[in-house]
């Protein structure tokens, strides 16, 4: 049950990111074609209002097929009705006259792709080449259209494009706040359980006693603790705890928690605490902007090995929520937010094909006056994916051989 609450829970995450695309591209005059979790082939789907939406067999995500994202260019058409012509030349004048309008930057539909369309329809072709063909048609249409996303000023199509990670950036915030107000389980500075045998137990830290210090410096919460662990890297630290009232010394040497942070391996205690709706709608934000430090130290890392330890996949991130489902369901909706935020963030990085890779070419061209060769956003979408792809197994084989989170 935990495993299908975790995936469920990112399924919305992907589902509320492709909405806020969704949504705002209708608002702005741009009819959506397609509304998919997940990528084709698709295992449902249905038509409702000229839309299709659908669930894919492939859960790496999902997507809004908004009408001509780029312009129409001669290249398209000699990829989608190469085929055709191959098999009716006949089709050839129709074609070349097409790709000279496209060539010449004649952006309407006019007689000429009227032409085009009675021809392919007038023609013997195989099933494969007409399937192509009648997909380039369409493409042709969508993209020659007056609710093309090129025609878009620039910051519509900005917004089309900020829309999905801004919604995941406002589910993050509002998650948390919500969690905040009804109460979030904090970790203390008691010691509840020391782990047998860890570094803690080696040391002589028990279970009932109350951590002030941490070489030398007083402390009043537990991620001051974690903190200064972390800042040891791997080099001893001494823990001042208070027991039954007297003040003790321990000099501890931390260790790799499953290869990534250091721990002296104990469980401290904790407690619950609720705050009020303006409070806690503040620390919400403050939360959302410490994590979206984190997270870009963590992108900065990335050229480090250690950073790409802590790279995980869908794989291990459903590990993980399904393991805070099980123990507790507030710390489930905390990780929610974080996955979410994460989510947002990495979507915004200025790579095509991510979101923020869109953004980054649309602010060129608006400063430009003018539209980047098609040329120019293939090369950089292949670098993007090769990166995308590269992390995506990097985070894989972390999952599956145990060193990603879990």
């Known amino acids: 049950m935990s495993w299908f609450v975790a995936i469920l829970g990112l399924a919305f995450l992907v589902l509320i990111h492709e909405a806020g695309h969704f949504f705002t591209a209708r608002a702005l005059g741009m009819r959506p074609r397609r509304f998919y979790i997940g ?12 839309i299709e939406y659908g669930i894919g067999a492939i859960p790496l995500g999902g997507y809004v097929k908004i009408p001509g994202m780029h312009r129409p260019a001669p290249s398209d058409v000699d990829a ?30 006019g007689v000429e792709l009227a032409a085009l369309e009675v021809s392919v329809r007038g ?20 993209g020659l259209g007056g609710d093309a996303y090129w025609r878009a000023g620039t910051w519509r199509r900005v917004a089309v494009i900020f829309a999905g990670p801004g919604t995941n950036l406002l589910f993050a915030i509002a998650l948390l706040a919500v969690v905040f107000a009804f109460g979030v389980r904090v970790a203390t500075l008691s010691v509840n359980e020391v782990q047998p045998g860890s570094p803690g137990d ?37 823990l001042a705890v208070d027991r039954d009232g007297r003040t003790q010394t321990i000099h501890v040497t931390p260790t790799r928690y499953l290869d990534q942070n250091w721990a002296v391996g104990f469980r401290p205690g904790v407690r619950s605490e609720r705050y009020s709706p303006g409070e806690a709608i503040s620390l919400a934000f403050g939360r959302t902007w410490e994590v979206t430090k984190a997270i870009g130290h963590g992108f900065a890392r990335l050229v480090t090995q250690e950073g790409r330890r802590d790279i995980s996949s869908p794989v291990g991130i459903t590990r993980v929520s399904s393991q805070a489902v099980e123990a507790d369901f507030r710390v489930y909706l905390q990780l929610l937010a974080f996955i979410s935020l994460s989510l947002a963030l990495l979507n915004l990085l200025p790579l095509l094909p991510l979101d923020g890779g869109h953004i980054a070419f649309s602010i060129v061209e608006g400063v430009r006056r003018r539209a980047v060769g098609r040329e120019v956003y293939e090369r950089v979408s292949i670098i993007g994916i090769a990166l995308v792809l590269m992390l995506f197994f990097i985070g894989l084989s972390n999952d599956l051989g145990g060193r990603g989170p879990g």
């Not at 990528?39 to 000229?50: E, I, L, Q």
């Not at 023609?123 to 969508?142: Q, T």
Request: cysteine-free.
């Open 39 to 50: 990528f084709p082939p698709a295992v449902a789907k249905f038509n409702r209002g000229g």
């Open 80 to 109: 989608h009705l190469g085929r055709a012509v191959h098999e009716a030349p006949e089709l050839t004048g129709s074609v070349e006259q097409m790709k000279r309008r496209l060539e010449r930057g004649e952006y309407t539909e």
């Open 123 to 142: 023609v013997a072709l195989s099933p494969a080449a007409r399937r192509s063909a009648e997909r380039g048609l369409s493409e042709l249409r969508d």
């Open 202 to 238: 080696l040391a002589g830290l028990r279970a009932g006693d109350r951590i002030v210090g941490v070489d030398g410096q007083q402390v009043g919460e537990f991620n001051e603790v974690y903190d200064a662990v972390q800042a040891a890297d791997g080099r001893p630290v001494t």
